[in-house]
Each structure stands twice: as C-alpha cells, then as structure tokens.
C-alpha cells in the first residue's frame, strides 16, 4: 500500500529503503516514522520531571487582592505528590492506556494495553532499523487497543506518546502529508470535527486491495496530534466498503478522552 522510510534514514540522506512495510491482516500498511530530527530536548525534559516532585512555591502577593481562592489543607494520610501537584498534572502524565477508546458494545476485543517498540518494530521490515529509529527518535511508550466486528471489520487504535510535542509533530504531519497521494490513500482525505485540518484527518483508501480468491479490503486511516501525543487508527473492511463517517466518529471520539 505504502513505501516508507525511518526518520534517521531521511536525515542521513533520503534513500529509497525503509523500514520496510507493515503488515496488518491481509493488508500492507506502512508508516512513516517522522521526515526530519525529531527535536529531543532530554535535559528540558529532565528538568520538568524533577519540578514536578517538588512541592509547589508560594507564589507573590497578587495585586487583586480579594479574589476568591479555595481554603487551604493540611496534609493528611491521602496526601500523595499526585493531589499536592493536582492543579499542573495533566492527565497524559498518567496511565494513557485508560485514554484508549472503549471497544464498541458487540465487538470482539482483540486486546489493549502497552506496547514495546520491539514489538511495534516486529511488524516492519526492517525491524532492527525500525526499533532504532523509534527509540532514538523520541517515541516514549505506546498504548493500544484493537477490536473485530463480525469477522468483517478490524480496528487499530494506538496513542503514540513522544518524549515532547516538537517529535509528536514532525510525526504527525510527516505522515499526512504522505497520505494524499496514489501509492497512499489516494484523496486528500476530510478534517476530524472540532480539530484543525493540519492536526488531525481521516482518508478512506480510494481503491479496495484486490486479491485473487479473497474478498477485496478497503482501509482507512486516521491520524491526528495532542500536545506530545499522536493518534492513530487502522480501519479495513473485508468486504471492500468503508463508512466514512464511522471512522470519522471514531476518531472524534478519541480524540475527546485526551
């Protein structure tokens, strides 16, 4: 379906080898894995953990001074880190397998939780150039889930968390702006409700993979970023049709739990 190279490659020199095609089903489904130096900031990201251990700092008087603020609490026996620094925790800080989309009522739950990039790299090629381009390249965990409906529809979905928003990004857009063409998706795709076009789209394959004694499989893809998080969700039909909309709807919805 796709041909595709690893970030580092394309910083050394773009060459036509990759990190080889990805293989879901019966169908070939490549990744793109960022198109430039994904900016790893390893010190300012050190930084941010070791402040977020630290107890808050009194801030200065404020000049209004009659503005309503909540009473203040001793620490007890349920005061943890966590509700001391509750106000500047973001819920992406925590456990992001429970921000996956539940599994639609009806459908067969293939699985969910946290992948390794080993494993997220075994699917390619090239695993070895594949696992060490995710790794050096920023990629910090991934959670995933995958779903199967009567044996026709089969559903991806992973929240690819990067060490910051810079690799997220870089990921992202390098990705769609693949998508659009003949070898990819083949149209220039739709906007997911609420989120900019440039940080969030959904294609439907133009034309349906075609395999002698085989039902023809038609996918599509959806692909969109929050802060230092990429979302994205594999759909195929094994009966060559694809409702835009419910991959749309998807999407929106997941991208509504980050």
Same mark, same amino acid.
């Given at each position: 379906m796709q041909h @595709?190279?690893?970030?580092?490659?394309? *910083?050394?020199? &773009?060459?036509? $080898?990759?990190?080889?095609?990805?293989?879901?089903g019966r169908r070939t489904a490549l990744l793109i894995v960022g198109g430039a130096a994904l900016g790893i900031l390893a010190g300012t990201v050190t930084g941010y953990a070791v402040q977020y251990g630290r107890p808050p700092t009194p801030l200065p008087p404020l000049a209004q001074q009659k503005l309503k603020a909540p009473k203040a609490l001793a620490p007890d026996a349920g005061t943890t880190? @966590?509700?001391?620094?509750?106000?500047? *925790?973001?819920? &992406?800080?925590? $456990?992001?397998?429970?921000?996956l989309v539940e599994t639609p009522g009806g459908a067969k739950a293939l699985g969910a939780g946290y992948q390794s990039l080993d494993v997220f790299a075994v699917g390619f090629e090239q695993p070895d150039k594949a696992l060490s381009s995710f790794a050096e390249d920023g990629v910090r965990r991934i959670a995933a889930t995958a779903w199967s409906q009567d044996d026709r529809v089969f559903v991806d979905v992973r929240l690819i968390q990067f060490r910051d928003r810079t690799g997220a990004d870089v990921y992202q857009h390098a990705q769609a702006e693949l998508m659009p063409r003949k070898e990819y998706a083949g149209n220039p795709g739709v906007a997911i409700p609420g989120t900019p076009a440039d940080l969030g789209h959904v294609w439907v394959d133009s034309e349906a993979d075609q395999k002698p004694g085989y039902h023809p499989v038609r996918g599509?893809?959806?692909?969109?970023?929050?802060?230092?998080?990429?979302?994205?969700?594999?759909?195929?039909?094994?009966?060559g049709k694809v409702a835009e909309s419910d991959v749309v709807d998807l999407a929106k919805r997941q991208l509504e739990r980050l």
């Open positions: @595709e190279q690893t970030a580092s490659e394309l *910083r050394e020199q &773009t060459t036509a $080898d990759g990190a080889g095609t990805r293989r879901r880190r @966590e509700t001391v620094n509750a106000n500047r *925790r973001h819920k &992406t800080d925590g $456990d992001i397998s429970k921000l599509a893809r959806a692909i969109a970023r929050r802060g230092d998080i990429v979302m994205e969700i594999d759909y195929f039909d094994n009966r």
